[in-house]
């Protein structure tokens, strides 16, 4: 069983969020809904959410007697190839949006999963990695794509030892494709001329 969480609600200011957000919902309801805003209401939507969250205060968390979901659950179909020192991935997934509420931590797990097979590959190396996004549509910004779902999953795995500037640099590009996917090149920092000349099409096609 699951030990029940003590809460207290503060009633009053729980009440004046939500009349908050009433009011922005039909100031939203209005706007010319193109994908920025939309995006855009996605965010403030969110920032509602947690403000509203705050009013409830747990007093103790909830303690489960069965163990948590182990990492090789909701895992990503990928693949990978490791040859020429530089280790490819093409993985069968979204690439979320910044600033928005959606949350991919199934990715996150998939790259840890990755970096747990390459354990070490890149250890207190200096890499580079370049990432193609893949989203069948014809106009979008690639500049709003979250990469720290990999990135994290890299060091929680301990491809890399660390994603600040001192380990990592990164190159970042978009395609419309059929389909959503992400293929990764990963590589000593040396070697950025011939990660950067590669040619992502060469690599996993589907029979």
């Given at each position: 069983m699951l030990e029940k969480r003590i809460a207290t609600c503060d009633r009053q200011n729980f009440r004046k969020r939500l009349i908050e957000f009433e009011n922005a919902i039909k100031d939203f309801k209005q706007d010319?809904?193109?994908e920025s805003n939309?995006?855009?209401?996605l965010y403030r939507t969110e920032l509602f959410r947690n403000a509203i969250y705050k009013c409830i205060k747990l007093k103790r968390p909830m303690l489960p007697d069965y163990p948590l979901p182990g990492t090789e659950e909701g895992i990503s179909d990928y693949e990978d190839e490791y040859s020429d020192g530089i280790l490819k991935l093409k993985i069968y997934?979204?690439?979320p949006p910044v600033r928005t509420?959606?949350?991919?931590?199934?990715?996150?797990r998939t790259c840890q999963l990755i970096g747990e097979k390459y354990n070490g590959l890149f250890a207190n190396k200096e890499v580079i990695v370049r990432v193609q996004v893949s989203i069948p549509r014809d106009n979008w910004d690639i500049d709003n794509r979250d990469l720290r779902y990999i990135l994290n999953g890299f060091v929680y795995g301990g491809l890399i030892s660390d994603d600040n500037i001192n380990f990592v640099s990164y190159m970042l590009e978009g395609i419309n494709g059929k389909e959503n996917y992400i293929k990764i090149f990963i590589s000593e920092k040396r070697n950025i001329e011939k990660v950067s000349s590669l040619n992502p099409e060469e690599y996993f096609k589907k029979v």
């Open positions: 010319d809904l193109n939309i995006y855009q209401v997934e979204l690439l509420p959606y949350n991919n931590k199934r990715l996150e």
